[in-house]
């Protein structure tokens, strides 16, 4: 498994708006926005020299958490394939995919497509999910989704290899002898595990070719670093592995509005000597939010970024 960016190089992602409008990170403006907005934002960051967009996913939220998380989730594989056709450099991650609700011959048919289409751009982020009742309505254990999301990654590594007829035989899954056209155009899709409980490091360390972290501030990082390092080391796992971080919320320049406390705001050089010292953590990627008042203020920012933030990552 070769790596998806260079070692030694921090790059840059994001997870688009729009697509998910949790109350957490949603700005206003998103509510009454669309198509066209996604696809202009997803084109700038592609001429900004992103690593990737990001997009999340649930089926279906019950009513008790819709005030908190809303109802707003585009399905990740149609969301990915239509800036598939809109982008033409920026990889495609799924941030992240709740697996185990579907069969892995299901995931395997969509994601193996979403690449074939777009020339092998896909990075395959996953979870285990959190959301009960979106488990019980489609019939899966909610109790056992680690375990359910354990096997399908295994069903799917072998789904998703070079073969028409994948075989696998798992205890919950197992198929032979039935062909799945196209492959995905990457020999091996790229497998990027998202979560920071223990359950989630262990198996982004054993299964995964990289860690999603959720939401760990920058000085728990380290400890979570070391333990992949050590879970990966004591289960003889090798080859590359990529790191993740998701940023506080930044804005480029002096904002002349709210942008909230914790939001990193000023020079583009201030900016990247900041984020740099998520590279000196041991971190490979970072995912990067910006405040904005609407899509134009959204665009800047990230042309600003990827203009006068990005060149000094590197330094």
């Not at 997870?15 to 084109?43: F, H, K, M, N, V």
């Not at 899709?189 to 070719?209: E, Y």
Request: net charge negative.
């Amino acid at each position: 498994m070769a790596r998806v960016f260079p070692e030694g190089r921090l790059v840059y992602g994001m997870q688009l708006p729009i697509q998910s409008q949790s109350t957490i990170y949603a700005e206003p403006w998103e509510a009454s926005a669309g198509a066209a907005d996604l696809a202009e934002i997803a084109r700038a960051a592609d001429r900004s020299g992103f690593a990737y967009l990001a997009t999340c996913d649930h089926v279906a939220i019950p009513r008790r958490l819709a005030g908190a998380m809303s109802t707003v989730w585009y399905d990740p594989v149609a969301t990915l394939s239509f800036l598939a056709g809109v982008t033409e450099h920026v990889r495609l991650l799924s941030h992240v995919a709740i697996l185990g609700l579907r069969h892995p011959l299901i995931s395997a048919k969509q994601y193996a497509t979403l690449d074939h289409l777009c020339g092998g751009r896909l990075i395959l982020g996953v979870g285990a999910g959190h959301v009960q009742e979106e488990f019980e309505v489609l019939g899966v254990d909610f109790a056992r989704r680690g375990a359910v999301l354990d096997e399908t990654l295994d069903a799917l590594r072998a789904a998703l290899g070079p073969e028409e007829y994948p075989e696998f035989e798992g205890e919950l899954f197992s198929f032979g002898g039935l062909g799945q056209l196209p492959r995905p155009a990457q020999e091996r899709i790229p497998v990027w595990v998202g979560g920071s409980s223990p359950a989630a490091v262990r198996r982004a360390a054993v299964r995964g070719d990289g860690w999603l972290p959720q939401g760990d501030p920058r000085e728990k990082l380290p400890a979570q670093i070391a333990r992949i390092a050590q879970l990966r080391a004591e289960a003889g796992v090798t080859g590359p592995f990529e790191v993740g971080a998701i940023t506080e919320a930044l804005y480029v320049g002096e904002p002349g509005w709210d942008t909230g406390r914790r939001t990193l705001t000023g020079k583009a050089e201030a900016l990247a000597e900041s984020l740099r010292a998520y590279g000196a953590l041991g971190v490979d990627q970072i995912q990067v939010r910006f405040r904005s008042r609407d899509r134009a203020e959204l665009v800047d920012q990230i042309t600003a970024f990827g203009a006068e933030v990005a060149p000094h990552l590197n330094d």
